[in-house]
């Protein structure tokens, strides 16, 4: 997920003469607020040695709520065929599966939506290009941000960095008094990001989000499905879902 303004490398062509179709219409706005709740974002570079797929697999069975594949070095052909492992997993789990930044990995691979920054693809074309069902969320570090996303149709924002992170190390700081502000003002639901993990996610209590997005906190573990179980249990009593 995108923390900050950083401009994102443009997209790869694909051979888009057989697209695969979107899956589009399966979750609600509810879903999307529950989905918030374990919000996992792909990273490889934690992996060490396992495979994305197995570490993906693991932390759904743990009870992550939502993945977003987040590959920002691989072209959009490549991020298509990442995207083909990932998918039957969430769809098993019942979770939306999400692309960061590349809306048109996100149309290929029939992703259920994308998750853009504030100089990504605009919200407008995103929509444009996945159509009115998709899921897509956006990136905010303000007030204005946040309000100009939701009118402008996005389904949640993903607020933060809440701490510093190892993941961007360019990432604008939001600390947990503005990301109150932001909930405040907005309808739809808010993930915070930015340096959360089991024991850092008790700075967000109060603030109104819907629940944490995490990278290392998950991808990371030792054993991912452990630390999505504890995550997940703990993020129920910071947000009050059952």
């Known amino acids: 997920m995108a923390e900050n303004n950083a401009v994102a490398p443009a997209s790869k062509p694909v051979d888009s003469a057989r697209p695969v179709p979107c899956r589009r219409g399966s979750f609600s706005p509810a879903d999307i607020r529950r ?48 995207a083909a492992k990932l998918i039957p997993l969430c769809r098993a789990a019942g ?12 149309r290929l691979s029939g992703a259920d939506g994308v998750h853009v920054g504030q100089s990504d ?13 998709a899921v897509i969320g956006v990136s905010a570090q303000t007030v204005e941000q946040a309000r100009a996303a939701e009118a402008g149709g996005a389904d949640y924002l993903g607020v933060g960095a809440v701490f510093a992170t190892a993941t961007k190390t ?14 405040a003002s907005v309808s739809i639901p808010v993930t915070a990001i930015g ?19 995490v990278v290392s906190a998950i991808f990371a573990a030792p054993d991912p499905r452990a630390a999505a179980q504890a995550l997940r249990t703990k993020m129920e009593g910071i947000v009050g879902q059952p």
């Open 195 to 213: 340096g959360l993990n089991f024991d850092t996610v008790d700075a967000i209590r109060g603030c109104g989000t819907s629940g944490a997005a």
């Open 35 to 82: 989905a918030m709740l374990v919000y996992g974002v792909t990273d490889r570079a934690w992996l060490d040695g396992r495979s994305l797929r197995d570490v993906v697999a693991a932390a759904l069975e743990g009870g992550a709520t939502c993945i977003q594949l987040r590959e920002k070095h691989l072209s959009t052909a490549e991020i298509v065929a990442e």
């Open 95 to 106: 979770v939306p599966f999400l692309i960061d930044d590349d809306v048109e990995a996100a």
């Open 170 to 183: 360019d990432a604008v700081l939001t600390p947990p008094e503005a990301l109150a502000e932001i909930c």
């Open 121 to 133: 693809a605009a919200l407008a074309d995103a929509r444009a290009a996945l159509g009115p069902e």
